[in-house]
């Protein structure tokens, strides 16, 4: 049995359904009992769990074989006592479980402590998790391309692509798809020890890139904009991301422009097969079928 956490949203959904894809039994953890309804019709286990909670997660883990773990997009509060928190409760609930294997999300960058902004909670959530399953995988994906959708709507009906990255900068990306993929291998793989592995996409893309893989999708030129440090705040605020947990995601554009973000030389490297262009169309496709 394989449990997946997060099933709700874009990687664990992803991670889920390459596994049942595969053939293996699936149990799906998410937060709300509507939420599992679809996965039922696909034949998956569901089991309602507060990921902070230590108890509700090792009842989850009963009877796997493999776990795939994550720490939620920070919402509010300080995102930085929010994974320390979270870091104690899962890494606790793994080893009341006695698990095998565990694959935890994480992200390129994720070596470094600070100066990182919110990727730095993952280095917390990796060094809670260190050593609490016999087998652990840190999953470090590069920046997914699914964000780009919070800006998906000004490149369909502006022709701009606005960007907080540097529209030149070519950074690791990868499509959720192939995070999900990648999970999937690593759960049926059979290993023991700590691996680290660092996912891209086919190649490293830049804001521009994107900007031309919208404009191949939709049929028309678009542009991307960079906009300045000064203005990133004043973005956030108005879309209704609290002060706090923006000062972490503007604390990874930063990192990010400073190059703090890269790829460790000795760890494993992977890239996914997923065309830049096609995960843009699977991005638009699914704005334009959302009510």
């Given at each position: 049995m394989h449990v997946v956490f997060g099933a709700a949203g874009r990687a664990?959904?992803?991670?889920?359904?390459?596994?049942?894809?595969?053939?293996?039994?699936?149990?799906?953890?998410?937060?709300?009992?509507?939420?599992?309804?679809?996965?039922?019709?696909?034949?998956?286990?569901?089991?309602?769990?507060?990921?902070?909670?230590?108890?509700?997660?090792?009842?989850?883990?009963?009877?796997?074989?493999?776990?795939?773990?994550?720490?939620?997009?920070?919402?509010d509060g300080d995102p930085f006592a929010q994974a320390a928190e979270l870091g104690r409760a899962i890494a606790e609930a793994v080893r009341r479980a006695n698990l095998a294997k565990t694959v935890v999300l994480s992200s390129i960058g994720a070596q470094h402590a600070s100066d990182t902004g919110v990727i730095a909670t993952l280095h917390e959530i990796e060094t809670a998790l260190a050593g609490a399953a016999r087998a652990t995988a840190f999953l470090r994906s590069g920046y997914f391309i699914?964000?780009?959708?919070?800006?998906?709507?000004?490149?369909?009906?502006?022709?701009?692509?606005?960007?907080?990255?540097?529209?030149?900068?070519?950074?690791?990306?990868?499509?959720?798809?192939?995070?999900?993929?990648?999970?999937?291998?690593?759960?049926?793989?059979?290993?023991e020890g700590t691996r680290?592995?660092?996912?891209?996409?086919?190649?490293?893309?830049?804001?521009?890139?994107?900007?031309?893989a919208f404009a191949e999708v939709l049929g028309r030129p678009i542009e991307p904009v960079f906009l300045p440090p000064e203005q990133h705040l004043a973005v956030l605020t108005e879309a209704g991301v609290t002060p706090e947990v923006a000062t972490a995601l503007l604390g990874m554009y930063d990192g990010i422009a400073r190059g703090r973000v890269t790829r460790q030389e000795n760890n494993e490297h992977w890239r996914g097969a997923t065309p830049l262009a096609a995960a843009i169309k699977r991005m638009v496709t699914t704005l334009h079928a959302t009510p």
């Open positions: 664990g959904g992803e991670t889920a359904r390459a596994l049942i894809e595969r053939g293996e039994q699936v149990r799906v953890v998410v937060r709300r009992p509507e939420q599992g309804e679809s996965w039922k019709a696909l034949g998956a286990e569901v089991a309602i769990a507060n990921l902070y909670s230590a108890d509700d997660v090792s009842r989850a883990m009963e009877g796997a074989s493999a776990a795939f773990l994550l720490s939620p997009p920070p919402r699914e964000t780009w959708s919070e800006v998906a709507e000004a490149a369909i009906s502006e022709g701009i692509l606005p960007s907080f990255l540097n529209v030149e900068q070519n950074i690791p990306m990868v499509s959720t798809a192939d995070v999900g993929e990648a999970a999937a291998q690593l759960m049926t793989e059979t290993w680290i592995v660092e996912l891209g996409g086919q190649e490293d893309w830049s804001a521009r890139d994107v900007a031309t």
